[in-house]
């Protein structure tokens, strides 16, 4: 442990902002990269299974 | 009855690879020589990326003078990549690129022919003028070989590399920006030592270094380049 | 593809998207539990386990997500470039699914990898951003993913995008290493490095373990997001094969 | 010469989400015309740019005198003969530029008989007038006087009748039936019937892909 109180950690030694804006910034690139195939993955799933009752239908 | 043909045809007296490379060569020339105005457009946006330096950055020759060298081949640079487009584009339109890949002569012959005479319009022709323009940033008399042997061992790598970006491009109906896009990155090496060389001979070191290096850069692109292109083409006219 | 019997039978097993698409859905969750595990263990343990530099106090731990990021950035695009070649010689599908998936995940890398090195300099150097060498050959490798991207959407039928991008990325794997070299030379020659980002003489087990596990944490979790873009993409390419049919309507 | 010259077998080809053919199979033997038939967007070009090497966007088994077309590309090359939907002749080149490097391009076209070609065209005197001053017609009547050149055993004509007028035509189809005689096999699509071969086999895409 190299931090005595949370307060040190939080101000990481006067480099705060630029420790915590890159983790920041790390978190949201690799969250991005996680939910968008998710979200995509959804919405195909649901745009091909539409198209299929759609065919299924009309023939 | 079918062999009776070929063999007719190949008791003729045939044109070899390097009549093909000849051959087109000419061909590629002439169709821009009756063009007039493809042949001088690189040369034009050339002196014109140069003026904007002085209007924009500063008149003062001496600060001009260290800009000299990056200005020169930055718009060197921008000038090859200009005419780009056009290197395979009329050939597509027209369809004589279907026939050009359905020659049993290799690939690479027409690739090259076809690359040099970009270049000797393009790179050949801004090596010319470029000691002109250099004067007019007052780039030193000492650095005018150092340019003009930079520009001609580096513009080539800058055309066969360009092509590359055009074979891929050639069937999009807008393919200019995007060549710009895939291609500049890999001019970087390009533009590094030639700066460099420029930049030594205005300081008096020596510049076999730098010019040793874009011959490399130049024999690998010849090496490798032509097959890239090759590939690009068979593939953009398939799709 | 038939004749060439020296292939292992594995290969051919990848080369059906739905097998791919089988296997790849058994390992997900597997690769999901040990990214987090690792790259949730491995940030704390950075954040506040390990000790601070000497010389640029806890602004180190930055090097924590910037190499990883910078590692996995070149890689991706090795595999891009490496899985676009076997679907140039082999026509294989699946390899082309995966160059194309590798673009966006290894571009999203470089941003991380120039934005941390940004803010890294900041502090270091007293600006926001410096042209050193490691940076700037990062900014070009974005730059080339950036390429590959357009010219990928650019091209209308599928199978000649693959194709176009995989040229494309060969030829950009041929030019990194030139790249890399002549940017740093470049950068020795325009500014002596006094101080480098991510040099270090000889680093402490406390510091580079840590580094480690981010680094495996990484490639776990590039694991992941490939093998979910890699489902989705095999979706979309097969949707008329029988057994997509089948998996979406039983649902 | 034992077995046909081309064969194909259980090709599939599919264009922007629509399957153009499946399972198209058909041979072409020497002395041979075949005419490729089918409604327009019928994948006609498609498949002759498939058969010439240009399109590789396929499935299925090409086969040049019994061997994978793959295999021997080169050999194919140096055997065939296309003639493409765009003519292929540069408006700012002359007709005889144009096709001497033609000539440099595919030995099979024989270079001496260039003017001799134009002629029989009904290009004589328009030797050395650029082709952007010569009409659509003409354009496509340059390219043609490739067909007098050529040694070459397989023909493939896109449209070869088009922007063409009747006597033309005629000229044409005498040209094809000397080739067909020296055991020469053509493959096009026309949208005009073929008079005076009694070889002409058709195939029709219609029959064989849609849905």
């Known amino acids: 442990m190299s931090f005595n109180s949370f307060s040190e950690f939080l101000s990481m030694g006067g480099h705060g902002l630029y420790v915590w804006l890159s983790y920041g910034l790390g978190v949201i690139i690799i969250l991005g990269n996680l939910i968008a195939p998710l979200q995509a993955g959804k919405r195909l799933r649901a745009q091909l299974t539409r198209r299929l009752i759609r065919e299924s239908k009309g023939s | 009855m079918a062999d009776l043909i070929t063999q007719a045809a190949s008791e003729r007296a045939q044109i070899g690879p390097g009549g093909l490379f000849v051959a087109t060569l000419r061909r590629d020339l002439m169709l821009s020589l009756r063009r007039k105005s493809e042949l001088v457009n690189p040369l034009i946006f050339f002196l014109m990326v140069i003026t904007l330096f002085p209007l924009g950055v500063s008149p003062e020759p001496g600060f001009l003078a260290q800009l000299a060298p990056g200005a020169l081949w930055v718009a060197a640079l921008l000038a090859t990549l200009l005419s780009m487009d056009s290197l395979f584009r009329t050939d597509f339109d027209d369809g004589s690129l279907e026939q050009l890949l359905l020659s049993p002569q290799p690939l690479f012959i027409v690739v090259l022919a076809k690359v040099l005479a970009h270049w000797m319009l393009s790179g050949l022709a801004l090596t010319l003028v470029a000691p002109v323009i250099a004067v007019m940033l007052f780039l030193p008399a000492e650095g005018m070989p150092g340019l003009m042997l930079s520009l001609l061992i580096g513009t080539p790598t800058l055309s066969l590399v360009g092509a590359i970006g055009a074979a891929l491009t050639v069937g999009l109906k807008r393919g200019g920006v995007l060549i710009s896009l895939l291609v500049l990155p890999l001019y970087i090496p390009v533009l590094i030592f030639g700066t460099s060389a420029v930049q030594a001979a205005v300081t008096g070191l020596p510049l076999g270094g730098y010019l040793a290096l874009l011959g490399a850069l130049l024999a690998l692109g010849l090496a490798l380049a032509p097959l890239a292109i090759g590939a690009a083409l068979r593939i953009s006219v398939s799709g | ?251 | 010469m034992s077995g046909p010259m081309l064969q194909v077998e259980n090709l599939f080809c599919e264009r922007d989400d629509r399957m153009l053919f499946e399972g198209l199979g058909f041979s072409v033997d020497a002395g041979e015309i075949v005419q490729i038939e089918g409604a327009n967007g019928s994948g006609k070009t498609t498949l002759l740019r498939i058969l010439s090497g240009l399109s590789r966007n396929y499935e299925g088994d090409i086969f040049w005198r019994g061997e994978p077309i793959d295999r021997v590309r080169d050999q194919f090359c140096r055997e065939l003969l296309y003639f493409g939907h765009q003519p292929g002749v540069k408006a700012l080149l002359t007709p005889e530029e144009n096709l001497r490097w033609y000539c440099a391009l595919h030995p099979s076209l024989d270079a001496s008989r260039v003017a001799e070609a134009l002629e029989q065209v009904g290009l004589a005197g328009f030797e050395d007038v650029p082709c952007h001053s010569l009409s659509a017609g003409q354009h496509r009547r340059v390219s043609l006087s490739r067909l007098y050149l050529s040694d070459a055993p397989l023909w493939i004509l896109d449209e070869p009748f088009t922007a063409i007028d009747k006597r033309g035509v005629a000229a044409k189809e005498a040209l094809i039936g000397r080739h067909i005689a020296r055991g020469g096999s053509v493959i096009l699509t026309t949208h005009q019937d073929l008079q005076g071969s009694s070889v002409v086999r058709s195939i029709n895409l219609d029959r064989q892909g849609g849905h």
């Open chain 3, 1 to 251: 593809m038939a004749d060439s019997k020296w292939m292992p039978r594995w290969f051919y097993q990848l080369a059906s998207p739905r097998w791919c698409y089988q296997i790849c859905g058994k390992l997900l969750p597997w690769f999901t539990v040990a990214a987090l595990a690792l790259l949730i263990g491995g940030t704390l343990w950075a954040l506040i386990f390990a000790p601070a530099d000497y010389q640029q106090g806890n602004s180190f731990r930055i090097i924590y997500l910037h190499v990883p990021s910078a590692i996995l950035a070149q890689s991706c695009y090795m595999l891009m470039a490496v899985a676009g070649a076997i679907g140039l010689i082999w026509k294989m599908k699946v390899a082309d699914m995966v160059a194309k998936a590798c673009a966006p995940i290894g571009a999203s890398l470089a941003v991380l990898a120039l934005l941390t090195g940004a803010i890294w300099g900041k502090p270091t150097w007293g600006s926001w951003w410096v042209w050193d060498a490691r940076l700037t050959s990062m900014l070009i490798l974005f730059f080339l993913y950036l390429g590959v991207m357009a010219l990928n959407s650019a091209i209308e039928s599928e199978s000649t995008a693959a194709q176009a991008t995989a040229v494309l990325a060969l030829v950009g794997l041929v030019n990194i290493p030139i790249i890399k070299y002549s940017v740093e030379w470049w950068n020795t020659l325009h500014q002596p490095a006094t101080f480098k980002l991510t040099e270090k003489p000889a680093m402490p087990a406390e510091m580079w373990v840590p580094l480690l596990v981010m680094v495996i944490g990484f490639y776990a979790f590039f694991a992941v997001t490939l093998m979910m873009r890699l489902r989705n993409e095999i979706l979309r390419r097969e949707r008329r094969a029988g057994w997509v049919k089948e998996l979406l309507l039983s649902k």
